[in-house]
């Protein structure tokens, strides 16, 4: 499936928030890019702001917009708010959760390692980035990748244990997906329900 490789600091000056973690790129222009970013004040519509929210989501997660579409549909059956039901989905994805245990240092390099079949779900070898995990299940790297330097260095320098939803086993690196985290647990400055909105029209 197409991805996103284009420049990144582009994409975050586009929303004016460091979606992709740090970078000083984005610290030197965090501006709208273009000739007219600096002086650019145009009002935004309530559709357009709606439709930027998607886009962060979908930049931010890695998500393209059949597989974000299909989950905002499993998020709207569930008996939940769908908008927080949307963001735990996606924080349920095995990508996600390999970069939120720190394994990997952004989520396209977490997708990388999955796809590459170098991480395990309750001890098999799970290769799509995309599936979603249960409460309970364990996550791990092959005994072969865990000497891979991308691993090494990203767990070095990762705190363990940084959410609630996770566990973290330093020795052993494997990590617990304790449940699907709500959404006062997950940091990312979303505006959901202004999805939930362009949705529905």
Not at 122 to 131: A, L, Q, T
Request: contains cysteine; glycine residues 8%; charged residues 30%.
């Amino acid at each position: 499936m197409a991805r996103y490789i284009g420049p990144k600091t582009k994409i975050a000056r586009k929303f004016g928030e460091s979606i992709y973690g740090p970078d000083k790129y984005f610290e030197k222009k965090n501006y709208p890019p273009g000739q007219h970013g600096v002086n650019r004040r145009r009002k935004t519509s309530e559709y357009g702001m709606q439709l930027k929210e998607k886009q962060k989501a979908k930049y931010t997660y890695g998500v393209l917009e059949r597989q974000f579409r299909n989950l905002f549909e499993k998020a709207s059956r569930s008996k939940g708010i769908t908008g927080e039901e949307l963001l735990g989905l996606l924080e349920s994805r095995l990508d996600n959760v390999v970069y939120r245990l720190g394994i990997a240092p952004s989520r396209a390099a977490a997708r990388q390692l999955v796809s590459h079949c170098h991480i395990t779900v309750d001890g098999s070898v799970v290769n799509i980035p995309s599936y979603s995990l249960k409460g309970g299940q364990i996550i791990g790297v092959r005994e072969k990748s865990k000497s891979l330097e991308i691993i090494v260095d990203s767990l070095a320098s990762s705190s363990a244990n940084k959410y609630s939803w996770l566990e973290w086993d330093k020795d052993l690196r494997i990590g617990k997906f304790l449940n699907v985290p709500v959404r006062s647990e997950i940091p990312e400055n979303i505006k959901e329900q202004l999805i939930v909105e362009l949705y529905s029209k």
